[in-house]
C-alpha cells in the first residue's frame, strides 16, 4: 500500500494508453478487477497489466471461469506468471479448466475461494469504512473454517473482515472527465463496490464526455471514487 | 426394468410448481437455469441471476446469466450490482434458491459444484449466498451420477457448501422432501415404482403417501401492487409497529400522504425510525402547516423514535417530538446518521451486524462491543428491520420499480429493503417498461404496495 504514488492531476484523469494509466502498479500489489469470467472485464487494462510485467499480483475477480475467444482476460494474465494469489468465488470451470486451474495445480497460484456475496460484502465493507460483518453464508462449512462465529436471533453467523486493495481495474460504458461512470446492462456488477474499494481506482471507458453529459440521477459511481480513465477503443 | 430419468425440461416444469406469484426467485448454474424457459413468459416472479440482473425470461439474446446462456429481460427487470444481489440473497427477500448441487444428504447439507476432476477445489459462486438467504431452497439433481452412484447420501462425502439448507430436492426421477426428521419420498417420476427410486437412493426415505410427478406449470400473475388510496395501503398497520419514515430533515422526500394516512387510521405505539423525528415544521422551512411527523407525535401514536437528529435546530421552537419526550411520554434512540443508514442497509442485505468506527469512544459507543481492527477502534452495531416502511418516490411502474427526484433518494432506497411491507406514494404510476432497467432504483421485488399521491400534496419533491 505504501508505494502507490500520488494521484496524477496534470492531466486530470485521461490517460493516453493503459500503460501509463497503470502507472505505479507495484510488485506484490493487490489489484480489483471487475467483469464477469469474460465478459465486460477491462481488457485492455489487463493487457496493459502483462505488458508491464509487473509480477507477484494479487488479483480479487469473479473469476476465470470463462472467456471470449481473442480476448486477453483474468486467465491470459495468469498464464504470464505475474500473479501469485488469486480470491474468487468461480475461478475456474470445474469442467474446463484453463490456466488458472493449471498453475494452481502445479502449486504456482494460491486460491483463496470466497462465496460472490461475502466477496461483494468484505468489499463494501472496504470501501465503506467497515471493519468487519456478522453474515449467515457459509455458516458450519469449510467457508467458516476459523473464523468467529457468533449467534444473532439464534442463527449462526460469521465474521468476515473487510478488504481492500492498492489499485482496482473497472470497466465502464461511459465516464465523465471528472470520473463519473454509467455501466451498460450487467457490466454494473463488481464495478461500483470495486471503486470504493481501491487506493488508486482506473477504468477503461468505452466514451468520455463532458461533466453535464451524464443525468445527475443516473450516475452510478460517482466521481470521487475515480483516479484514472483511459479510452477502451 | 426401472425406469427412464427425465429430461431436465420436466424436472423445470416440475420445478416451476414450487414458485408462486410475485416469488423472487435465485437461480444458481446447471440445471436451474432451464426453469426461465419453463415458464409461459417468465412474468409473475422475479427471477434474480447473481450477475446483476432482476426479472427475466430466456433464452433470447440480449445479456448473460448465471450460466452464460443469454437471456431476455422482461418489461420491468432493472440491473444492479452484485453487493445488492448478495443483499437481495441474504436479506428475507429471496423466496426460493434453485441450485444444482453434486450431493445432497438426509439432514440437507449440500456439497455445491465439484467433479473429481477439481481435486477438492469448490465452485461456490452465489450457491451458497442463495442457499443461506432464501426462505427456501431447492435442489435439482440428477438422481444418480454417470457411474450409478447415488446423489443423495445419508452423510455428504465430500466437505459441505451448505450445512442443513436444503428444503426439498427435485430429481430425475422423485422429489423428496428434507426436514429436521430425514428424506421423505412424496413424488415418483412416471414409469417409476417406489422400490426403484428407494434403491437408486444412498440414504433413508420415509415413505407415506406417495403421488406420481406432474408437470403442469402454473400461471403466474404479479400480484396487484397499486392501491387505491393511503388509507387501504395501511390499514393492517398493527399498534406497536415499527415503522421506517423516510425524508431527511425538510420536508422534501417524505411521504406526505401516507402519513396524513397513518396519523388517520390513528394506530398507536409506533416505533418511527427515521432521519429526524420531525424537525421540517420548525426548521424553518417555510409553510407553517408542514407535514412531518408531528402530525403522528400530537395524535399521540408514537411511542418511540430512532433518529440521527431528533432535536429541533431552534430550542424555542421545539419539535412536537421533543415535547412528548420531555413529558416522558416517548422513547429515543440518538443513532449518528451514518450508522443510522448501515444499520438500515445490514438489516435489509442480511447483515446482522458490523463494526464502525463512528462514535468509538464516545456516548454512542457505551454498551456496545468495542474492537480494534487493524489498530483502528471500532464498535459493533446491529442490523435494523422495520414491519412497515413508507417512501416517496417520483414514478413507480406497477410492479413497483422506483425511481426518484433529485436528494429524495437518500434515505428511500435503503428504506425500502428493510421492511417487511414496503409501502410507496409517487407522483405516477406507469407501465412495465417505461423505466429504464438502467435507471430502477429501488426495484420492484423490495416494494409492495404502490399509491398516487394526491396532487395537494405535491409541493415538495
Same mark, same amino acid.
Given at each position: 500500500?505504501?508505494?502507490?504514488? $500520488? ?13 501509463? /494509466? ?15 469470467? =469474460? ?86 465493507? =472496504? ?70 474499494? /481501491? ?35 | ?89 441474504? &436479506? ?24 473429481? +476432476? ?35 447420501? =445419508? ?33 415418483? +417420476? ?27 406449470? #402454473? ?12 388509507? $387501504? ?43 429526524? +423525528?420531525?424537525? +421540517? ?17 400530537? !395524535? !399521540? ?16 421552537? #421545539? ?39 463512528? =462514535? ?22 446491529? &442490523? ?46 406507469? *407501465? ?5 432497467? *438502467? ?23
Amino acid at each position: 500500500m505504501t508505494s502507490v504514488p $500520488e494521484k496524477p492531476t496534470a492531466n486530470g484523469k485521461i490517460f493516453p494508453t493503459a500503460q501509463a /494509466a497503470l502507472e505505479g502498479v507495484f510488485d506484490g500489489a493487490s489489484v480489483l478487477v471487475a467483469g464477469w469470467s =469474460g465478459s465486460d472485464e477491462p481488457e485492455k487494462l489487463l493487457r496493459g497489466l502483462g505488458e508491464i510485467g509487473v509480477g507477484n499480483l494479487t488479483l480479487v475477480c469473479q473469476g476465470a471461469w470463462a472467456q471470449k475467444s481473442g480476448q486477453f482476460g483474468i486467465g491470459d494474465l495468469v498464464a504470464t506468471g505475474q500473479v501469485k494469489k488469486m480470491v474468487s468465488p468461480l475461478p475456474f470451470h470445474p469442467e474446463y479448466g484453463g490456466p488458472v486451474k493449471d498453475r494452481w495445480k502445479s502449486g504456482e497460484l494460491e486460491l483463496e475461494v470466497v462465496p460472490q456475496g461475502v466477496l461483494a460484502e468484505r468489499l463494501r465493507a =472496504g470501501g465503506a469504512g467497515i471493519g468487519g460483518v456478522f453474515l449467515p453464508t457459509g455458516a458450519r462449512t469449510r467457508f467458516a473454517e476459523g473464523k468467529e462465529l457468533r449467534p444473532f436471533d439464534g442463527k449462526e453467523h460469521v465474521l468476515e473482515f473487510a478488504l481492500k486493495a492498492d489499485f482496482a481495474l473497472l470497466r465502464a460504458k461511459t465516464a465523465d472527465t471528472l470520473g463519473n461512470m454509467v455501466y451498460e446492462g450487467t457490466g454494473r456488477n463488481w464495478n461500483p463496490i470495486m471503486a470504493m474499494a /481501491a487506493t488508486v481506482t482506473v477504468a477503461e471507458v468505452d466514451q468520455v464526455v463532458e461533466p453535464g453529459g451524464l443525468n445527475p440521477e443516473l450516475v452510478i459511481t460517482q466521481a470521487i471514487f475515480i483516479d484514472r480513465l483511459v479510452s477502451a477503443v | 426394468m426401472p425406469g427412464k430419468p427425465l429430461d431436465p425440461s420436466f424436472v423445470a416444469r416440475r420445478v416451476a410448481q414450487e414458485l408462486f406469484p410475485g416469488a423472487v426467485v435465485a437461480l444458481g448454474p446447471g440445471l436451474p437455469c432451464g426453469l426461465p424457459s419453463a415458464l409461459r413468459n417468465g412474468s409473475g416472479v422475479w427471477l434474480v441471476s447473481d450477475s446483476g440482473f432482476l426479472g427475466f425470461q430466456g433464452p433470447g439474446p440480449e445479456a448473460a446469466d448465471g450460466e452464460f446462456q443469454t437471456v431476455v429481460m422482461l418489461s420491468g427487470g432493472a440491473y444492479t450490482g452484485v453487493v445488492d444481489i448478495g443483499g437481495i440473497l441474504r &436479506g428475507g427477500h429471496t423466496d426460493i434458491a434453485v441450485l444444482q448441487p453434486a450431493q445432497v444428504s438426509a439432514n440437507g447439507d449440500f456439497v455445491h459444484w465439484t467433479t473429481a +476432476a477439481t481435486l477438492g477445489l469448490f465452485a461456490p459462486g452465489s450457491a451458497v449466498d442463495m442457499a443461506y438467504g432464501a426462505s427456501k431452497v431447492v435442489a435439482v439433481i440428477p438422481h444418480q451420477n454417470a457411474d450409478g452412484s447415488s446423489t443423495i447420501l =445419508g452423510q455428504c462425502s465430500l466437505p459441505v457448501d451448505g450445512a442443513g439448507q436444503v428444503d426439498i430436492i427435485i430429481s430425475d426421477a422423485a422429489v423428496i422432501n428434507v426436514s429436521q426428521d430425514g428424506l421423505e419420498l412424496v413424488e415418483i +417420476a412416471p414409469g417409476w415404482t417406489v422400490d426403484e427410486v428407494v434403491a437408486m437412493t444412498d440414504a433413508p426415505l420415509s415413505i407415506s403417501s406417495v403421488k406420481e410427478m406432474g408437470f403442469e406449470v #402454473p400461471a403466474l400473475e404479479m400480484p396487484n401492487k397499486v392501491y387505491p388510496n393511503a388509507l $387501504e395501503a395501511l390499514k393492517d398497520v398493527p399498534e406497536g409497529s415499527i415503522i421506517n419514515v423516510d425524508g431527511f430533515a425538510g420536508p422534501g422526500g417524505m411521504a406526505h400522504y401516507l402519513m396524513v394516512g397513518l396519523r388517520d387510521l390513528g394506530v398507536k405505539g409506533l416505533q418511527l425510525i427515521s432521519n429526524t +423525528a420531525g424537525v +421540517a415544521r420548525v426548521s424553518g422551512f417555510g409553510a407553517p402547516n408542514i407535514i412531518d411527523h408531528s402530525i403522528l407525535v400530537e !395524535n !399521540n401514536q408514537v411511542a418511540k423514535a430512532t433518529a440521527s437528529y431528533p432535536v429541533s435546530p431552534s430550542a424555542s421552537r #421545539p419539535s412536537a417530538f421533543e415535547e412528548a419526550y420531555n413529558r416522558g411520554e416517548t422513547e429515543l434512540e440518538v443513532v449518528p446518521q451514518g450508522t443510522l443508514a448501515e444499520r438500515l442497509r445490514c438489516g435489509g442485505a442480511g447483515v446482522a451486524a458490523f463494526y464502525t468506527p463512528t =462514535g468509538a469512544g464516545t456516548l454512542l459507543g457505551e454498551g456496545k462491543e468495542a474492537r480494534s481492527i487493524g489498530g483502528k477502534d471500532y464498535i459493533l452495531e446491529t &442490523g435494523l428491520r422495520a414491519d412497515f416502511c413508507i417512501i416517496r418516490g417520483h414514478k413507480a411502474d406497477t410492479l413497483g420499480n422506483v425511481v426518484y427526484k433529485g436528494t429524495s433518494r437518500n434515505f428511500n432506497p435503503v428504506m425500502a429493503t428493510t421492511a417487511k411491507i414496503t409501502v410507496v406514494e409517487v407522483d405516477e404510476i406507469v *407501465e412495465p417498461g417505461e423505466l429504464g432497467p *438502467e435507471e430502477i432504483v429501488t426495484p420492484g421485488l423490495f416494494v409492495d404496495r404502490i399509491v398516487v399521491r394526491p396532487p395537494e400534496f405535491s409541493a415538495y419533491l
